[in-house]
């Protein structure tokens, strides 16, 4: 930013890719709230299915299943990767 780079959904979305790799869903959801706020733009399929896999990878599958339900709120039909991550 101090170099006058505003960040795009891309930015966003490998910040909470990085986020899901390490475990972290809390990080992950503050990177999307940002991108909520920052770009005033709401979550795609890929974006959802990151928030399921970190979640899942912090060993937190209530909290993927929120998400998987999110996702299908949303209007977005989820892969099988995104059902076995929840299991």
């Not at 909290?63 to 990767?81: E, H, I, N, Y």
């Amino acid at each position: 930013r101090r170099a006058g780079v505003k960040p795009n959904t891309r930015t966003f979305g490998k910040l909470m890719e990085a986020a899901a790799k390490a475990g972290l869903p809390d990080v992950a959801e503050a990177w999307l709230e940002r991108a909520r706020v920052e770009l005033g733009i709401a979550p795609d399929a890929v974006w959802h299915a990151t928030l399921i896999d970190a979640c899942a990878k912090a060993g937190e599958p209530a909290r993927a299943g929120a998400w998987l339900q999110a996702m299908s709120d949303a209007g977005f039909a989820p892969k099988v990767t995104c059902y076995t991550a929840v299991v």
